[in-house]
């Protein structure tokens, strides 16, 4: 089935000039001295924020001086065809950027940066899902020119639209409940993928491949070595796991929670200080191989909601020398859900945090599509950066039904996105592993014991 079409608008190569002689008041910090910012705004799309570079007046600035993405909003057929709709009263399409002076945030419930000056960038989106739009590369006047003082100041930006196809996959129920996983294409829907759920230490033997060994018990190196999988006094929620199989009845994903998750001394919350964790598993050479940790907590504070962090583990052969490489760190609202995003933008702000890049890993290509999965970005530079998932789950108490989006460069085989698929689902199952312990849970997800 073929993908869907999808539309990255991004906004980059951010920076700002300010001439000596046009430096604002004593009142106003110079942005030599401390960083500017700007607001970025998309009709009908959240604001995004992005630290703006100062550039002296008397410096040389090129196009590829600065290689930096600031912002991106990721649009979808349905988003194109709202974004496209015209009517009499209807304004063109742009994006809205205002540019600030000084450090970002509020004091004594005051913003804290001094407007400098907006922008306004047209957009046409026509025909951008099937190739790529530059719409404005280069500098631009902002702010108020004041006679006899210099000229005004100079913003520098890029702004494009890139196709971006991905390939859609929504669970038919919730993941406890060993749903089927139909691939969506417009209005058609196909089933690819079933899960079952199951309990890990209660000996069931169910999940069994005509191709591997048995499937979760054979592999306690790993279990070992990432995890553990000991009894732990108090509350604990342990022993999840939930494994993906095509349609031909072969397991080709699996997720195992290997770190239980734990209330802290005197708390019913999971704390980011001893996070549960999950392995996300892929089929090879008659095993399990881990891929991928994903960890989860119970933000405090005004944040409540579930932290988490995923690594991608690099293939080292059954050894545990390699480092893990942080992929995505961010939080989820516990009471509305969110998405959880992979996004190698070069330092793309990921809801309020920065996914990190690693820009001295070894260039390598795959000998198969099953070293795709181990290999995988950021070590394989040939892939380039950019989207690579997002899962959308709903908050605490609702029936989440995850829809995944991968990118269609990510997926070369079924494991490919099979993968993605129990990355999924244990991050909708760490929402309820990370409430907090005075909730009950529903019965799929508590073992027999529990519920006696």
Known sequence: MDPCPFVRLSVGNLALKIPVASKP????????????????????????????????????????????????????????????????????????????????????GVNSGRLLGRVSVPLDLTGTEL???????????????????????????????????????????????SPQVFQIQGNIRQPVFTCKFSFR???????????????????????????????????????WSITVHDLSGSPVAAASMVTPFVASPGTDRVSRSNPGSWLILRPGDGTWKPWGRLEAWRERGSTDGLGYR????????????????????????????????????????????????????????PRNSGDFGYGLWPYCMYRGFGFVMSAAVQGEGKCSKPTVEVSVQHVNCTEDAAAFV?????????????????????KELRQTQDLL
């Open 422 to 442: 129990a990355l999924a689902a244990a991050v909708d199952l760490s929402m309820d592993a990370c409430r907090l312990f005075s909730q009950k849970l529903r």
């Open 201 to 239: 230490n209660t000996g069931d033997r169910n999940q069994r491949s005509r191709s591997l060994q048995p499937e979760l018990s054979s592999s306690r190196s790993w279990l070992s070595a990432f995890g553990s999988e000991r009894e732990r006094p108090g509350k604990e929620r342990k022993g």
């Open 131 to 177: 190739k790529s739009t530059v719409f404005y590369n280069g500098w631009i006047s902002v702010g108020k020119e004041e006679a006899g003082k210099g000229s005004s100041a100079q913003f520098h930006l890029n702004v494009k639209a890139e196709p971006d196809p991905r390939f859609v996959f929504q669970f038919e129920g919730e993941p406890e409940c």
């Open 310 to 365: 995923f690594e991608l583990l690099p293939d080292t052969n059954g050894g545990i020398g390699a480092s893990a490489v942080v992929l995505a760190e961010s939080t989820l609202a516990a009471s509305k859900g969110g998405k959880f995003m992979i996004d190698l933008g070069g330092g793309a702000a990921l809801n309020g945090r920065t996914t990190p890049m690693n820009a001295t890993s070894p260039v390598c290509s």
């Open 25 to 108: 008041a004593r009142s106003v910090v110079h942005p030599s001295s401390s960083p500017c910012f700007c607001k970025i705004r998309l009709k009908n799309f959240p604001l995004q924020t992005a630290v703006v570079p100062y550039i002296p007046s008397e410096s040389h600035f090129s196009d590829g001086q600065v290689q930096t993405l600031a912002a991106s909003f990721h649009l979808s057929k349905s988003d194109l065809e709202k974004l496209a709709g015209k009517s009499f009263f209807s304004k063109k399409l742009c994006f809205k950027i205002a540019i600030y002076t000084g450090r970002r945030g509020t004091t004594c």
